[in-house]
């Protein structure tokens, strides 16, 4: 069985996700981000 330590318990909420980590409506898809990423080792070649 698994003890809660008392001395170490926190009674605070959990902490919440950032705005930034939570997936939004206009998220490129796989595909784009997949040409994106290409696109921008592509540029890299060329430098």
């Known amino acids: 069985m698994i ?3 008392p001395a ?3 009674s605070s909420a959990p902490p ?3 705005a930034w980590a939570i997936t939004s ?3 490129p898809s796989d595909g ?3 040409f994106r990423a ?4 592509g540029a890299l ?3």
């Open 3 to 5: 003890r809660l330590d």
């Open 38 to 41: 290409g696109a921008a080792l």
């Open 25 to 27: 409506a206009g998220a």
């Open 45 to 47: 070649d060329t430098l």
């Open 32 to 34: 784009d981000a997949a």
């Open 16 to 18: 919440s996700v950032p």
């Open 8 to 10: 170490t318990a926190s």
